[in-house]
Antibody, heavy 120, light 105 residues
Framework: EVQLVESGGGLVQPGGSLRLSCAASGFTFSSYWMHWVRQAPGKGLVWVSR????????SYADSVKGRFTISRDNAKNTLYLQMNSLRAEDTAVYYC?????????????WGQGTLVTVSS | SYVLTQPPSVSVAPGQTARITCGGNNIGSKSVHWYQQKPGQAPVLVVY???DRPSGIPERFSGSNSGNTATLTISRVEAGDEADYYC????????FGTGTKVTVL
């Protein structure tokens, strides 16, 4: 059974940093691209970042480019999101999601999410 | 950037059919994927590539896509189908629709 479990969320002050983790199990983690998607309270889904299967290629939404860094450790089956220079508008539940297939651009499994609150 | 527009809400009686639209410029030329999100839960993929269903998703969920509108159809609606539904496409980035809240009367 595919499982994605996020952790690392919490309350942080504006300008602060936080690192999210997503522990994967039930599939060959090193074979799949992975993503972070966020959802502000009461709002819709917004794609944040993507990393390819070996970590050599990444992409970001314009809203987080230069502030967030996605990475992965295939030996530990774990995905990360380093978030720096956090702003109030980054407050959201952050989901990690598995890319279904490189050529199809959709998400077939999602974690339960971790809440990040940016506030003073 | 590419915009996907969904109606904010759809209401349907149990046993009836719910249709959720997703509008976008020439969306018929793209592959559309649909997610169901129940309150407090993670999204679940219910339709991919316009009309295919992942294993475990009931046949009551179906999709179509043509012209400027894609549609998710839920037949024989049940109380458990009450949720937010999002469409999604790839257009040089991953784009989600605005979301539709389905209420079962």
């Amino acid at each position: 059974e595919v499982q994605l479990v996020e952790s690392g969320g919490g309350l942080v002050q504006p300008g602060g940093s936080l690192r999210l983790s997503c522990a994967a199990s039930g599939f060959t983690f090193s074979s799949y691209w992975m993503h972070w998607v966020r959802q502000a309270p009461g709002k819709g889904l917004v794609w944040v970042s993507r990393i390819n299967n070996d970590g050599s290629s990444t992409s970001y939404a314009d809203s987080v480019k230069g502030r967030f860094t996605i990475s992965r450790d295939n030996a530990k089956n774990t995905l990360y999101l380093q978030m720096n220079s956090l702003r109030a508008e980054d407050t959201a539940v952050y989901y990690c999601a598995r890319d279904a297939t490189v050529t199809k651009y959709y998400f077939d499994y999602w974690g339960q999410g971790t809440l990040v609150t940016v506030s003073s | 950037s590419y915009v996907l527009t969904q109606p904010p809400s759809v209401s349907v009686a149990p046993g009836q059919t719910a249709r959720i639209t997703c509008g976008g410029n020439n969306i018929g030329s793209k592959s559309v994927h649909w997610y169901q999100q129940k309150p407090g839960q993670a999204p679940v993929l219910v339709v991919y590539d316009d009309s295919d269903r992942p294993s475990g998703i009931p046949e009551r969920f179906s999709g179509s896509n043509s012209g400027n509108t894609a549609t998710l159809t839920i037949s024989r609606v049940e109380a458990g189908d009450e949720a937010d539904y999002y469409c999604q496409v790839w257009d040089s980035s991953y784009v989600f629709g605005t979301g539709t809240k389905v209420t079962v009367l």
